[in-house]
């Protein structure tokens, strides 16, 4: 089972500011494989990013993602009021999913 | 636009079985077109995926839940359901069903809204 590691845990930014989030795997992943989900409080997820860096239907340009084998990354360029919540990425592989345990964006 | 939404009992007891539904709206779950999972958030915490299921009945499972958990499809009724045994608090969470294309696979969009099972005496 590949296990994913996001970090920091907790991210305290100001709205305007830059946010760089991180998911570190334990074995390599294919791109096409890794996601970035968005979850607010009382809410299912919200798929942001798939195939590593390809942004979903209705995604502000300000998310981005990149990365590579072990190491991925999603960017908010300039937080918005509606852009703190957490963030959790999560991988496909040999008909398994894994999920990072997530990263909270805060208000600071 | 596929549209989800999970049905079922809120109190499960103790060693009992948990059962859930999820109705699919805006697409037929015989279109061929996704593979139909199950994913579970206990409160304050993370996401696990429990299972999957593709139109042809084919499935995939958690190694983690394997043993005590089944994924159906009901074509008639453009459901899908979830049965876990043998329950216990620590299955206490919300669970969610979604889809992934079937092209690739790798991600779930859209989601249900999510139904909280507690289970407790």
């Known amino acids: 089972e590949i296990v994913l590691t996001q970090s920091p845990g907790t991210l305290s930014l100001s709205p305007g500011e830059r946010a760089t989030l991180s998911c570190r795997a334990s074995?390599?992943?294919?791109?096409?494989?890794l996601a970035w989900y968005q979850q607010k409080p009382g809410q299912a997820p919200r798929l942001l990013i798939y195939g590593a860096s390809s942004r979903a239907t209705g995604i502000p340009d300000r998310f981005s993602g990149s990365g590579s084998g072990t190491d991925f990354t999603l960017t908010i360029s300039r937080l918005e009021p509606e852009d703190f919540a957490v963030y959790y990425c999560?991988?496909?592989?040999?008909?398994?999913?894994?999920f990072g345990q997530g990263t909270k964006l805060e208000i600071k | 636009q596929v549209q989800l939404q999970e049905s079922g009992p809120g109190l499960v007891k103790p060693s009992q079985t948990l059962s859930l539904t999820c109705t699919v709206s805006?697409?037929?779950?015989?279109?061929?077109?996704?593979?139909w999972s199950w994913i579970r958030q206990p409160a304050g915490k993370g996401l696990e995926w429990i299972g999957r299921?593709?139109?042809?009945?084919?499935?995939n499972y958690n190694p983690s839940l394997k043993s005590r958990v089944t994924i159906s499809v009901d074509t008639s009724k453009n459901q899908f359901s979830l049965k876990l045994s043998s329950v216990t608090a620590a299955d206490t969470a919300v669970y969610y069903c979604?889809?992934?294309?079937?092209?690739?696979?790798?991600?779930?969009?859209?989601w249900g809204q999510g139904t909280l099972v507690t289970v407790s005496s």
């Open positions: 074995q390599s992943v294919s791109s096409s494989y």
């Open positions: 805006g697409g037929s779950i015989s279109s061929g077109s996704y593979y």
């Open positions: 999560q991988q496909y592989g040999s008909s398994m999913y894994t």
């Open positions: 299921i593709y139109t042809s009945g084919s499935t």
């Open positions: 979604a889809i992934s294309p079937y092209s690739s696979s790798a991600w779930f969009d859209p």
